[in-house]
């Protein structure tokens, strides 16, 4: 399957470097120069600068341009895609209908993840091409079939928000780490483990459970988790998984 990426940002490349191991895929970018650069790195990609009137007819796109630059680069596709991948964060599926021609249309939410084929993506859109859709993404990761475009902006705050959140955690870990004592490279070779061993655990046990299981009474892992809890650590990431839903909310209005 031919799949035509459309934007040469961090996203793009991530998505790029998943997809060729099933896929046959082109990136197609404004800049000539950025454009050579990922092929050096990506060489099975193939790169196309845009073209005032870029023929879309019949391809499937996945669309990762920035939300701000929909409309700029919309104007320049020409002919109906046959599948619309939109990675845009809130910007609703009524609005891409009315920027660009296609016979269908998803909206979807992967993560950096996709660079090494370990994305959390939710999707959403037409249920007549949702095997394609599943298929495509499934080949980069994980992927969730969420019913509602609502649903999709939540899990954006999540799934595709939240690689930054645990990675401002585990950096936090490590520089604990260092402050005791510890070698800058061996804190973040035991954070690295700690994340990878939690990920598994946490495909079989509910949070609650993993923590109640290392919480001894009166023990370490007690007093370090009481001072998270003085500091709000919890609260602070609800709030930060409700502030990028808002964002995504007002990204989707513009």
């Not at 090494?116 to 249920?127: H, K």
């Not at 079989?204 to 993993?210: D, L």
């Amino acid at each position: 399957m031919k799949l035509t990426l459309i934007g040469n940002g961090i996203m793009a490349q991530s998505i790029a470097r998943g997809l060729i191991k099933n896929h046959e895929v082109e990136i197609i970018g404004r800049d000539i120069d950025k454009l050579k650069i990922i092929q050096e790195k990506i060489p099975q990609i193939t790169i196309k600068v845009l073209e005032e009137n870029e023929d879309v007819t019949n391809k499937i796109l996945i669309f990762c341009v920035k939300p701000y630059a929909l409309e700029s680069v919309a104007t320049r596709l020409v002919g109906s895609a046959n599948i619309l991948f939109s990675i845009l964060a809130g910007t609703k599926l009524e609005n891409l209908k009315k920027q660009i021609k296609a016979k269908h249309y998803i909206r979807t939410m992967p993560n950096v993840a996709a660079s090494v084929q370990n994305s959390m993506t939710t999707i959403t859109g037409d249920n007549e091409v949702k095997p394609i859709a599943m298929e495509i993404f499934s080949s980069i990761g994980q992927a969730i079939w969420v019913n509602t475009e609502d649903q999709l902006d939540i899990a954006t705050a999540v799934a595709g928000s939240g690689p930054a959140f645990l990675a401002l955690i585990a950096e936090a870990l490590a520089d604990g780490a260092v402050k005791a004592g510890l070698e800058r490279h061996l804190s973040y070779q035991l954070v690295q483990g700690l994340f990878s061993g939690t990920s598994s655990l946490l495909k079989h046990s509910h949070p609650a459970t993993i923590k109640d299981s290392v919480m001894s009474p009166g023990g370490t892992t007690a007093a370090g988790y009481g001072k998270l809890e003085e500091a709000g650590v919890r609260n602070a990431m609800i709030k930060a998984v409700e502030e990028a839903y808002k964002k995504a909310l007002e990204l989707g209005k513009k």
